[in-house]
């Protein structure tokens, strides 16, 4: 693969010269466009060391419009990385519609070095690989346009480079002991990025690999690719079709019709097991708390099933110093500008905490299916992303612990008009609700697929019958109990 | 002043009981209306050890929708909090408009513990305290109500608690050891604390001590105290005023008109002085980053000026994996949710990086000022809420450069229409930058005033004649070096 990036491509000065302008103008323009367009530009900068990936970034950012434009260098992970899954301070990264990413010593490489290093064996690799390969897919599936450079230069160049920069001292600080450590593993090097860049060229996020020796070539050849990438991706945009909203259904079985809505407590019982429950929660979270870690708690389910009065049992059991409640509701401007899931892993609390999640991710899948705010084969797409990202939260050590909280649309016919008769309550009845009311099939539906497609063995749905809220409360604190005692033996 | 919090005060069940229901209603009515009003509050919950504070915070959550509330709980500054000022951690989670904010362990608890323990002494306390007060009311003048409770016990009811505490299991892992060396200084506490409440109970945030012994007396009291707070505050609410635009004004003679604007430089002088100004600046941001040591570059000044040129040959001598361009546009609606300084608090980068801001936090006493989106009082208090926002940077040890660019109206105009022949720089030239010309004196008053006000010996100003460009991009890159050499000596 290399072989094609050592012929010795070169660019005269005047060739140079001649390009330059016309190709800062056009890619100015290009940019100027692209901030009104609908998608984000993520640039990866990776390559054989010495091959000029700074050099080529400062060049980008002069040649660009450095004010739209986010450039992300990581080193090791921070703290407060740490303290989240892997991949959380690349999700952070992501560039918003607009704008232009570039990418610096990004996620290609601690899997690259870890393998030259023997940290992590062949397998290992390929399974680091394939997160990469399942972040990038994701983002490019919501329309990030991948531009991935690989910076080639061959093995005599590379000593001839540190061997200069070493002795002038005004460049001799370019030449770090890590550097030298590179040369010396120069083949390995080159054969694990060969690897990781063949495994990782799909379709959608392609690498170039560009021959580095000769700068100007360098420059000319990036700038004119990137310049290409986003007039391409420019041209084809086209005003997407409105998705369609699902259509009525008949009255479909599911799974929710085999609960047991019967199921009730005695006010005695009730009272008994709830002091017991939040007794016990309490213990549970704050032993979580001095083990450091998460939990992660979300609730779905009809409206009026009684998701705040499940909330507000568990916050009494609670230590509210590490725990936190995030409703969602409608997304904020910066939020649309991402990936529907940015937002969700923004909120990612560091370990030892417990997050309630008041509805979550799952909207995409249940109101944004059937109302058509997302296309089909957008929240299709969706069960695989989901449980992609909770796997990720799940690797991290966090306990994910989600409920669908089921009731008969009778029952919620009555607590409606219930809540319409305490004025405090009052607001929580719009016209909204009853029209929701008359897509029950297809929300049930919606249910059911999303119980089938992303009940995994490492985050189940706890199914709760939730006709009589007194037995529902019980069983909400009970399975959490029974799920932080599984991930927290006593020692 | 805590003599009147040891009186006894007591509630009976019956009491508690028959308040509660109508308490809780009344809470989450006016906590309804609060999602629609203009302002967040903010609710401190300090006081003694072992007077409730967690429970009271739970009760809270419990009370009112936790899914309204921010709930904040501060331990020893994390690695990334430890990168920016001080009260970055604070004015992150200050709460958004419309919201409640609860903060426990807050911005009271260094100081006060640190003088008990005698590690700063009373002038360091005061000056301490002094910080609290001002970042306090800079967001109560933004309309954030503040409502701060002290939860107070008298020393022989801790030791009571501590005791009856240890000595059950259930309740033992309460009495920590920290808890146990509280009571020991038990008079000295009482007496910082005194001295803390008094210096800061200030007309816009107000202390009220609770009588803490008895739980459902504290309880109430509390929750009736915070219900009265927002009632006043969402009755007081009234439309306010349009903020007047500036009027025109005569010609003023201002220190903008002390600039000698013939200044230039050849081409050849400025091809070396450009070289050697980046290749010296290029050495220093090394530097810096090495030593961890921050800065943050802002521009202002007339529209084509220049900034954009002036960033551009900043950014060749970068290494732009340590550098930022932060170009201010219209605040997000995450943004415009909090005080305006906010999003400047929000992008402080960590230590060792430059930060670049085209234009910045002084909008609030230019475009805005002239343009009426601020009050007068809003824009005239912002000088003070800049020069301390300021001074915490630079007590970071961050180096801050400010640098206003200073072109004649004449030239402008020249460039403007320079601009409208280049088909990739036309889309720069608007309607709008031909009317902000109209308002030229206003925005020259504005400048003269802001540069008086806020060029502090900590912060200076520094005026740049741009009316030659090779002249303004020369002397930016070397007052930056300046700067830099003065706060990185050679060692």
Known sequence: MFETAELGRKLSKEAYEAQVPGLRTDLLAAQRKLTQAPFPVIILINGVEGAGKS???NLLNEWLDARFIQTNAFGPPTEEQQHRPKYWRYWMATAPRGKIGMYLGNWYYAPIVERVQGKIDDDEFRADLADVKSFEQTLADDGTLFIKIWLHISRKEQKHRFKTWGSDPKTKWRVSRLEK???????????VSEHAIRETSTGDCPWVVVEATDERYRDITVAAHVLKRIRERLDAI?????PEAEKPIDDPKTILDSLDLEKQLSKDEYKKKLEAGQSTLSRLERRAHKRQV?????FEGWDAAGKGGCIRRMLHGLDIRHAQVIPIAAPTDEERAHHYLWRFWRHLPRLGRMTIYDRSWYGRVLVERVEGFATPAEWRRAYNEINDFEGQLVDHGIVLVKFWLHLSQKEQLRRFKEREKIPWKKHKITEEDYRNREKANQYEKAANEMIERTSTDYAPWTLIEAENKQYARIKVIETLNDRLKAALPKK
Chains 1, 2 share one sequence.
């Open 181 to 191: 450590k590179h040369t010396k593993r120069y083949s390995e090097f080159r054969a």
């Open 55 to 57: 050099e080529l970034l």
């Open 238 to 242: 086209q005003t997407r079709p409105p």
């Open 294 to 298: 998460g939990s992660l708690v979300l």
